[in-house]
């Protein structure tokens, strides 16, 4: 689904479920930038636990849970795969 918001750029409409069967919306997602430990972490911790956010934000100072599955959605994800290249290039 396409829209265009208050700044005259279109976006495309993505969803995706949490575990709880909360709807979440990533057309209002900011890239979340994390450092290279940050990112080792969370993929060695998401082998371990899966999807269990809390215990991975757990180990990282100063990050929420919310904030660990959108990196991990983006980074992991096709079409945020897609945004990381236009924006390296």
């Known amino acids: ?3 265009v918001n208050c700044h005259g750029q ?4 993505f969803t995706t479920t949490t575990s709880e069967s909360q709807e979440v919306c990533s057309n209002e997602w900011e890239f979340i930038y994390m450092s290279e430990q940050e990112e080792d972490l969370i993929f060695r911790m998401y082998r371990l636990v899966g999807e269990r956010w809390d215990l991975i934000a757990g180990r990282i100072p100063g990050r ?5 599955e959108r ?3 983006m980074r992991h994800r ?6 990381r290249k236009q924006q390296t290039n």
Request: hydrophobic letters at 45%; proline letters at 5%; aromatic letters at 20%.
């Open 1 to 3: 689904m396409d829209f």
């Open 10 to 13: 279109k976006k495309t409409k």
């Open 64 to 68: 929420k849970p919310e904030e660990i």
């Open 71 to 73: 990196f991990w959605i």
């Open 78 to 83: 096709d079409v945020f795969a897609e945004r």
